[in-house]
């Protein structure tokens, strides 16, 4: 894995609002940023003050938009894929949207990453589940049964802090072909989304038009080396592009607020309309609680990494810590499902990685995207603009997935990480990426393909005990509810 960053005496030895300077005193933004970055030191677990313990700049719009955007994204998809299945409306969807995007907002994006654990990236949306919530809610599901498990192991994981060990035993090879992985799939899967969308009135050429547009901007953000730009740039040209092309669009969303109460949500006839979860329903969640859980340490990984190569050395302070953010998720997680939300939380990648490019550290970015999430939910027209496909596709594409391609090159680059990254990505390719990032993992540390000498270095826990007992316990789970390729499930409720 990469190395920690020493720590920089100087840097550290006053508080940050003693060691803040004017940018006047740089000789660039660029420098201004990394200083910042350099002395910010973040009170885990106390109270972080504005201008006392760090700084609201403009970039910070930046990762605010394109969390804002994921968020509203994300969540949607998810309570969608949960209401589809129950006969839920579409308006229902976007109600319960809203809710979540409060529930995060004021409860943990404002109160956790920007005032009491700056060290903790926000709490997101569980990408990575979405294609099992159709059946999970098969299997006899309730959303509150999982959150609430998701919620208990989460907590588990980061309080005994085996989300960071398991970081640690991760290789740069293994890290590196995940990125690449994920970011690829990331790519493929928005570029044919929003294919779909121009074919459905008839202009596929809209399509490609905004691609090549979003390919020579980012190049040329990279070439003046702005590329921390992409994201709002990206959405308004889509934007602009897609309209002036003559793409459909309106807004549809009103302003107005949610319903706030949790008996409503969890009502037998209104809100979910599924009351309050049975002992039955906890049984069924069991093992997509258990995966849920697990598929976070390579998603963590990934953004804590994605951090450590954008940021300046003696910037240590500023990385999230793994174990912290687990924690706020997993309690997140729990809140929100108590409170009547749908949302499957995790690591907020379409944050983390926005704000890394632009050079930010979490604090100051957690209050704009609290705000902006707060002003999309109560208005909600920006809602359907941030749904648009055009500025949706686009601004995922240049604020996420090829960054990650690009990081995924970068730790790829030196030694034998070349091999262990290809099986990362093969593996992957064959089951999922928690499939492919544990099997590697094992495979790696034991010395068959990367770098021996750290297998070397690593003992007997680290070697094979740790990495092997991660691998059958997932394989256990991911069999047990048939997420092996032409394998029936083990659980008879499982199987279709």
Same mark, same amino acid.
């Given at each position: 894995?990469?190395?920690?960053?020493?720590?920089?005496?100087?840097?550290?030895?006053?508080?940050?609002?003693?060691?803040?300077?004017?940018?006047?005193?740089?000789?660039?933004?660029?420098?201004?940023?990394?200083?910042?970055?350099?002395?910010?030191?973040?009170?885990?677990?106390?109270?972080?003050?504005? !201008?006392?313990?760090?700084?609201?700049?403009?970039?910070?719009?930046?990762?605010?938009?394109?969390?804002?955007?994921?968020?509203?994204?994300?969540?949607?998809?998810?309570?969608?894929?949960?209401?589809?299945?129950?006969? !839920?409306?579409?308006?229902?969807?976007?109600?319960?949207?809203?809710?979540?995007?409060?529930?995060?907002?004021?409860?943990?994006?404002?109160?956790?990453?920007?005032?009491?654990?700056?060290?903790?990236?926000?709490?997101?949306?569980?990408?990575?589940?979405?294609?099992?919530?159709?059946?999970?809610?098969?299997?006899?599901?309730?959303?509150?049964?999982?959150? /609430?498990?998701?919620?208990?192991?989460?907590?588990?994981?980061?309080?005994?802090?085996?989300?960071?060990?398991?970081?640690?035993?991760?290789?740069?090879?293994?890290?590196?072909?995940?990125?690449?992985?994920?970011?690829?799939?990331?790519?493929?899967?928005?570029?044919?989304?929003?294919?779909?969308?121009?074919?459905?009135?008839?202009?596929?050429?809209?399509?490609?038009?905004?691609?090549?547009?979003?390919?020579?901007?980012?190049?040329?953000?990279?070439?003046?080396?702005?590329?921390?730009?992409?994201?709002?740039?990206?959405?308004?040209?889509?934007?602009?592009?897609? !309209?002036?092309?003559?793409?459909?669009?309106?807004?549809?969303?009103?302003?107005?607020?949610?319903?706030?109460?949790?008996?409503?949500?969890?009502?037998?006839?209104?809100?979910?309309?599924?009351?309050?979860?049975?002992?039955?329903?906890?049984?069924?969640?069991?093992?997509?609680?258990?995966?849920?859980?697990?598929?976070?340490?390579?998603?963590?990984?990934?953004?804590?990494?994605?951090?450590?190569?954008?940021?300046?050395?003696?910037?240590?302070?500023?990385?999230?810590?793994?174990?912290?953010?687990?924690?706020?998720?997993?309690?997140?997680?729990?809140?929100?499902?108590?409170?009547?939300?749908?949302?499957?939380?995790?690591?907020?990648?379409?944050?983390?990685?926005?704000?890394?490019?632009?050079?930010?550290?979490?604090?100051?970015?957690?209050?704009?995207?609290?705000?902006?999430?707060?002003?999309?939910?109560?208005?909600?027209?920006?809602?359907?603009?941030?749904?648009?496909?055009?500025?949706?596709?686009?601004? /995922?594409?240049?604020?996420?997935?090829?960054?990650?391609?690009?990081?995924?090159?970068?730790?790829?680059?030196?030694?034998?990480?070349?091999?262990?990254?290809?099986?990362?990505?093969?593996?992957?390719?064959?089951?999922?990426?928690?499939?492919?990032?544990?099997? =590697?993992?094992?495979?790696?540390?034991?010395? /068959?393909?990367?770098?021996?000498?750290?297998?070397?270095?690593?003992?007997?826990?680290?070697?094979?005990?740790?990495?092997?007992?991660?691998?059958?316990?997932?394989?256990?789970?991911?069999?047990?509810?048939?997420?092996?390729?032409?394998?029936?499930?083990?659980?008879? =409720?499982?199987?279709?």
């Amino acid at each position: 894995m990469l190395q920690e960053n020493p720590i920089n005496s100087d840097s550290h030895s006053t508080s940050y609002q003693d060691s803040h300077k004017p940018q006047a005193d740089f000789s660039s933004r660029e420098d201004y940023l990394n200083h910042e970055l350099q002395i910010i030191q973040p009170k885990r677990w106390r109270v972080n003050l504005l !201008l006392r313990d760090y700084r609201i700049e403009w970039e910070d719009l930046v990762p605010g938009m394109a969390a804002t955007i994921g968020k509203i994204v994300m969540v949607a998809a998810v309570v969608g894929a949960f209401a589809a299945p129950l006969g !839920l409306s579409p308006s229902f969807v976007i109600e319960n949207v809203r809710f979540e995007l409060l529930i995060a907002a004021v409860l943990f994006v404002i109160l956790i990453s920007g005032c009491l654990n700056p060290s903790a990236n926000l709490a997101g949306t569980h990408g990575p589940l979405l294609p099992l919530v159709p059946l999970i809610v098969a299997s006899g599901g309730h959303p509150m049964a999982l959150g /609430l498990l998701i919620g208990f192991f989460g907590f588990l994981l980061g309080i005994t802090k085996g989300g960071s060990l398991l970081a640690k035993l991760t290789s740069n090879g293994v890290c590196g072909g995940l990125l690449l992985y994920l970011g690829f799939i990331g790519i493929t899967g928005q570029v044919k989304k929003l294919f779909a969308w121009a074919e459905g009135f008839d202009m596929a050429y809209l399509a490609f038009i905004v691609l090549i547009m979003t390919i020579v901007m980012y190049a040329w953000l990279e070439h003046i080396q702005k590329r921390w730009l992409a994201i709002p740039l990206g959405a308004i040209m889509a934007a602009v592009v897609a !309209l002036a092309l003559g793409a459909p669009f309106e807004f549809v969303t009103s302003p107005g607020m949610p319903n706030l109460n949790p008996a409503y949500w969890w009502g037998e006839n209104t809100g979910w309309k599924l009351g309050i979860p049975e002992w039955s329903h906890f049984v069924a969640v069991l093992p997509f609680a258990v995966l849920a859980v697990a598929m976070w340490s390579p998603d963590f990984l990934g953004h804590q990494v994605f951090q450590k190569l954008s940021y300046p050395k003696n910037s240590d302070k500023a990385h999230m810590n793994i174990d912290d953010t687990m924690i706020s998720a997993s309690t997140r997680q729990a809140v929100g499902s108590v409170l009547g939300g749908g949302n499957l939380a995790s690591s907020w990648g379409t944050y983390i990685i926005p704000a890394s490019i632009a050079r930010r550290p979490i604090p100051g970015g957690a209050i704009v995207t609290g705000m902006l999430c707060i002003g999309a939910a109560v208005l909600g027209f920006p809602m359907d603009l941030a749904i648009w496909p055009p500025v949706l596709c686009v601004a /995922l594409i240049v604020g996420v997935f090829l960054p990650l391609m690009e990081a995924g090159m970068q730790m790829t680059r030196e030694g034998k990480t070349t091999q262990s990254a290809a099986l990362v990505v093969i593996s992957s390719v064959l089951v999922n990426p928690v499939f492919g990032w544990s099997f =590697t993992m094992l495979l790696d540390n034991l010395g /068959l393909v990367g770098c021996k000498e750290r297998a070397g270095n690593l003992g007997k826990a680290g070697r094979w005990m740790i990495p092997g007992l991660t691998f059958l316990i997932l394989c256990f789970v991911m069999a047990l509810i048939g997420m092996f390729p032409g394998v029936p499930a083990l659980m008879e =409720t499982f199987r279709q």
